[in-house]
């Protein structure tokens, strides 16, 4: 029997149109005319290698930093020396506002594949916002959505299942793509199966147990890192608690 396989395009050329600043929702904010750009590219971007470090918990706040393409993790390190991965920061999406409340940061942030972010300063985001409301209604906005997925996560760890939280997670990887115009059914899981267990609180050997489960009943194709939904109607009962599998320990 062949081998079905699932393909798809993740064009470079898209990648790198996305760089350019007209197709940035923060350009607004990081004042990307002239004295900014060279051939129509902005100056302020920093190139991210896997495993490098953007930022450390304790840095001093100097910018807030928007993804242009890659991933990212957030990841706090407890007292007793754990760590808690907090989020992954993915294409068009801001990170560095952990450090709003105290002027400094509480995470670090870690590029878990080749990425670009561009920096803006937070003086400059500060004077844009007072001049103009919008912008301050930008802010806000960016604010909002962080308290949001904060509060979802909390709700994910508190009250669902351990194959509830693989399956909202999965979806929310799927919504975030195609907000960016990217195919939402077919992407890389470039997070290691470990990170994702510490983000969704469960172990590795769960996440993969699941994952497996998701494939032997056809919800999920799994080739390597490469996930394409086959059922999304069904990721979805799993992800609000409906019709749920055998139950799964963390």
């Known amino acids: 029997m062949t081998k079905q396989t699932y393909k798809y395009e993740d064009d470079d050329a898209q990648a790198r149109e996305r760089g350019m600043c007209g197709y940035c929702r923060m350009e607004m904010l990081c004042g990307a005319d002239?004295?900014?750009?060279?051939?129509?590219?902005?100056?302020?971007?920093?190139?991210?290698?896997?495993?490098?470090?953007?930022?450390?918990?304790?840095?001093?706040?100097?910018?807030?930093?928007?993804?242009?393409?890659?991933?990212?993790?957030?990841?706090?390190?407890?007292?007793?020396?754990?760590?808690?991965?907090?989020?992954?920061?993915m294409e068009n999406e801001p990170l560095g506002l952990d450090g709003v409340a105290l002027n400094q940061h509480t995470c670090d942030a870690v590029?878990?594949?080749d990425s670009l972010v561009c920096n803006i300063?937070?003086?400059?985001?500060?004077?844009?916002?007072?001049?103009?409301?919008?912008?301050?209604?930008?802010?806000?906005?960016?604010?909002?959505?962080?308290?949001?997925?904060?509060?979802?996560?909390?709700?994910?760890?508190?009250?669902?299942?351990?194959?509830?939280?693989l399956a909202a997670f999965l979806l929310d990887i799927s919504r975030r793509r195609a907000a960016n115009g990217r195919r939402g059914d077919i992407f890389d899981l470039n997070m290691t199966r470990q990170d994702i267990g510490n983000h969704l609180g469960m172990t590795l050997e769960t996440v993969s147990r699941l994952l497996?489960?998701?494939?032997?009943?056809?919800?999920?194709?799994?080739?390597?890192?490469?996930?394409?939904?086959?059922?999304?109607?069904?990721?979805?009962?799993?992800?609000?608690?409906?019709?749920?599998?055998?139950?799964?320990?963390?």
């Open 111 to 113: 590029a878990i594949e």
């Open 34 to 89: 002239g004295d900014c750009r060279a051939g129509g590219r902005p100056l302020r971007q920093r190139r991210l290698q896997r495993g490098q470090l953007l930022y450390r918990a304790g840095d001093r706040l100097r910018n807030i930093y928007f993804v242009k393409f890659g991933t990212l993790k957030m990841r706090a390190v407890l007292a007793q020396g754990d760590e808690q991965i907090i989020a992954f920061p």
């Open 121 to 165: 300063p937070v003086r400059r985001i500060q004077v844009s916002c007072m001049r103009s409301p919008l912008h301050q209604q930008f802010v806000n906005t960016l604010l909002g959505h962080e308290i949001n997925r904060e509060q979802h996560l909390l709700l994910m760890l508190g009250k669902m299942n351990s194959q509830a939280r």
């Open 212 to 250: 497996s489960r998701l494939k032997s009943t056809r919800v999920l194709a799994i080739d390597q890192r490469q996930v394409c939904i086959l059922d999304q109607p069904r990721l979805r009962e799993l992800a609000e608690g409906r019709h749920a599998q055998e139950a799964e320990p963390a």
